[in-house]
């Protein structure tokens, strides 16, 4: 087991100014919390963080890294809270351990292999300080060191599985190829142990043949670097058996054929040192086309620089070369956190401590990056995308664009969900339909039987299959309503001619009726009756040209015309459908500006109610549609009105003059004199809107001897 003092004397030896009584802390307070605690090892759990912070010390970091890393599983596992790590260390250690914390909490599932990219992007995303993925790392490394304790080998299996689908490749892509090496070899052995054995029995099959084939090729390269005044050091190894397993895998190779298991590394001085070298080895040896990759010149994301060439070698073999300098080296080998690490000189600048301090450094030890700028706008894109990862309570992990709603995700789970949805959880708590989810959380969607989308959903949503579902789902809803609508209105006016419309509907004539009118089913001939646009007396002359009852026709014209047909000028518009009847109730005669109601009749269209009229109240909530007032109509009104007065001569023609003089006329007129000599005039009038009707009424009510106008209804 390590001890404090091997990690102290790791940082003394590349940062002397450290804060070593920071890392005593962390290290004294780490060690009373996890006191009495075990690892399945059978060490004291202490164990773990002091191995975890080594190789945090190995990696170069900074003590706050360090301290945190020792701190790590105090709040998981103890009775320490987070509040207390502020209070003891300050809010920087706080934030990281908090982040750990939060990491560890995440509800992964098992088998989520094609799920791997939505959750590394996930990790990234949360942990907003890169040191709290550096201690993740370490801590995962050390697990996998000691993951032969787990008595379970399902367990082992899990943990390996999870380690090479996320963390092997956040590694890699943080830049910090030993770890990713290491997390990689040893999940494979647990994963493939019969693999993973044959190839170590394959690499060790032949080793001193292969020993001597590496220091011939060493030598060529060194000798040939000598003879151009290159100065350089020259390593070969074997590749990660992970690595090889995966080439022969991919490649379909037996062993034998992998001869890339071997990679050679020539690491010089300077960059021009470095393409002066790669003329020489493929002067040396033939490259392979389109094996050659300039990192130098473009370097990867990660930081990343190298010149990369595969040739064929000097027994016709292919031969994989890696160029680099020194401090190239050094970035491949710990990635981020070569530039995370100490740097002589370094001053304690407030803003390090900020939360995305660790780009800016990156940034200013990069002079090589043409455009620095550039370069933190790709780190950020890579670390932050635009999108939000959230579980199911089960724990499926799901991507989502940021800003997306509880209804983007239930459509998500399946279109159903989100047309029953009717409320969302949100780490156990009720949040609004348009809460904004955020990574990490775990979102619960609630659902109701019957329940239906709502339009007003249209004004949040981000997802283009939920926006799409929406629509579908209320067009649907539209075909539905003009379906029965436009039967109903059928099977009435065809009962007039005394026929039967719902047997006649499914008769071949029917169908050429409706192909006659170019439709291509008789259902889409009623929707098309349902919206309007089509009558169902149209339909009744085309199955009986000459009518036989006269009067029968009549009665049904008259019934008609009741019916005012929209197109343009009822002045009412039904939300989402066009073209349809409307018929106004006549109990309550609604004028535009007064709140409407419409309800889908049996046979009459959609009769438009003021919401307060009694008769609206009884009809069935079903047929309800939302209507509203169509602003351009120039059409006019009935609205009845009532005028109570004094008797007196005159009075009758004042009133019709105060009307016709606002620009309203009388449809009907009815007078009564009262006992109490008081009369009682009941007027018709026809009215342009509500304002129109109100400045009619506040007109009358200046007439001498007038005691009272209102509307009735
Ligand atoms: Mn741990």
Known sequence: MIRISDIIDKITAYNPEADLQLIDRAYIYSAKVHDGQVRLSGEPYLSHPLEVAGILADMRLDEVSVAAGLLHDVVEDTHATEQEIEEMFGPEIRHIVSGVTKLSK????????????SIRKMILAMADDIRVIMIKLADRLHNMRTLQYHRSGAKRRKIAQETLDIYAPIAARLGIYWIKNELESTSFRYLMPEEYTRIEALVAKDRQERESYIETVKRIIRQKMEENNLQCQVLGRYKNFYSIYQKMVKQNLAFEDVYDIIAFRIILDTIPHCYEALGVVHSLWKPIAKKFKDYIGMPKPNMYQSLHTTVIGPFGERVEIQIRTREMDRVAESGIAAHWSYKEGRTA????????????????????????????????????PDEVYVFSPKGDIKTLPKGATPVDFAYQIHSEVGNQCVGAKVNGRMVPLKYELQTGEIVEIITQKGHHPSKDWLNFVKTVKARSRIRQWIKIQEKERSHTLGREMCEKAFRKYRLNFNTLAKSEQMEKVAQGFGFKSVDD?????????????????????????????????????????KKTGSGVVVKGVDDILIRFGKCCQPVPGDPIVGYITRGYGVAVHRTNCVNALKMNPERQIEVEWDLDTEEQFPAKIVIRSLDRVGLLADVASIISKHGAN??????????????ESRFTLSVNDIDHLNRVLSGLKKVRHVLDVYRIS
């Open 106 to 117: 995440l509800p992964f599932s098992s088998a989520q292999a094609r799920e791997a990219e």
């Open 349 to 384: 600048d407030p803003k390090t401590a900020a939360t995305f301090a660790w780009i800016q450094q990156l940034v200013e030890n990069q002079a090589n990056f043409r455009d620095p700028k550039e370069f933190l706008e790709n780190v950020r894109i890579d670390l932050f």
């Open 525 to 565: 001939l009623i929707i098309s009756i349902g919206y309007g646009k089509i009558t169902p007396l149209q339909v009744v002359r085309r199955i009986m040209p000459k009518p036989e009852d006269a009067e029968q026709e009549s009665l049904l014209n008259r019934l008609m015309g009741r019916m005012r047909k």
């Open 666 to 679: 009388i449809l009907s007129a009815k007078t009564e004199t009262q006992a109490d000599r008081t009369v």
